[in-house]
DNA sequence: CGCCCTATTATACGACCGTATAATTATTGC
DNA sequence: GCAATAATTATACGGTCGTATAATAGGGCG
């Protein structure tokens, strides 16, 4: 049912999306969906949820082949996010669904405060690693808030026009942003 | 009229704005707002391109005001994005329905393309005359599409939950980007 | 003044939505 | 096996939406 619900946004939008399509989505009576979530804003921060941690399983899988070093899981941890399946445009579409809830929405609000604070710990982790790795002292929070906006600014806008920049260039410009960590102070 | 529909995205959402709540938020009938736009989506890209054009005159100000010096009206730049009006919850709200129509508009993802590309355009400029200054080589473009996603995802992060971080701490960052512009390669 | 075009409203129709309620089917525990 | 509970559907009601259509008001112009 909530997969159901991502491939309403994805395909229509939040404002396109209701129980009943959610219902015929899934295959089933609009009187179910309700029986299970109390309307569409439950029925969307679930799928926040689930989707929050699809996502944070993915990048953690992509983290653990990347080996111990902490720039090399940085490297991955950019690589996985600018490819499919993270870099897609249903996936912006059903995210924008996620950040038109979280200002209104107390419970959808409490969930994206929760999966960024996750996204933002693990890169902060991986940055101080980073600076122990090389020696070299770095502002951990800053750099965290830093990276995260560049990668999530990246993301966004290489998915609503592709044509502007490749993926590959979004890559580029977050590698070198890393590179630029290890020598700037 | 499109002021209305400005004030109803911020309100309720794309989601929760409709022809006949325009109208009533502009104080005329529903049938003149569709008198003079084909509906939801015409609305949207008109307010989209209003919008737009009151942003670039906004920072085009704040430029003028900053001298002729490329760093000087960088930073400008960048202060202006962190404080009211630009750094708004209402306006992100306003924005999210923008991207949201995006993908599936082609009209409102034509508006979004040329309001992105001045975006870049600006900033690739400054950059490109900061380099100038300081008698260094710089990848314009590619640091002008950085520096326009760290700002995004620093301004839609910040709108979306500012107990993460504060804005001067989203300018403190932005500030130390350039900075660091200047002096890494 | 009278005419035409535009602005504006009033009204109406069919479609969809959220929601409630009662009925029906399946499942589980004893 | 049967009762109790959960899952699921069917149906119905009131409200809102987009949209079309006809009617009304207004204003420039010959």
């Known amino acids: 049912m909530i997969e159901a619900t991502a491939r309403c ?8 999306t209701s ?12 009187g179910l969906v309700r029986h299970h979530f109390e309307g569409m804003q439950d029925l969307v921060a679930e799928t926040y949820r689930a989707t929050g941690k699809q996502i944070a399983a993915l990048l953690d899988e992509a983290l653990a082949a990347a080996g111990p070093s ?3 899981r940085l490297h991955a941890f950019i ?3 600018f490819k499919p399946p993270l870099l897609d445009a249903d996936l912006l579409a059903v995210w924008l669904a996620f950040w038109s809830l979280t200002r209104t929405d107390p419970q959808i609000h409490a969930i994206h405060a929760k999966v960024y604070a996750g996204y933002r710990r693990l890169l902060e982790e991986m ?3 980073l600076a ?5 002292a770095i502002e951990t929070r800053q750099s965290a808030l830093a990276l995260t906006a560049l990668l999530d600014g990246l993301w966004l806008e290489h998915c609503l026009d592709p044509k502007t920049f490749s993926a590959a ?7 070198r942003w890393v590179d630029g960590l290890k020598k700037g102070s």
Chains 1, 2 share one sequence.
């Open 169 to 175: 260039e979004a890559a580029a410009i977050a590698h």
């Open 132 to 136: 122990r790795e090389h020696g070299i």
């Open 9 to 16: 946004l994805a395909r229509d939008g939040l404002a396109g």
């Open 79 to 81: 690589e996985t996010s």
């Open 19 to 30: 129980v009943r399509h959610v219902a015929a989505e899934a295959g089933v009576s609009p």
């Open 70 to 72: 902490a720039e090399a």
């Open 127 to 129: 940055i101080a690693a």
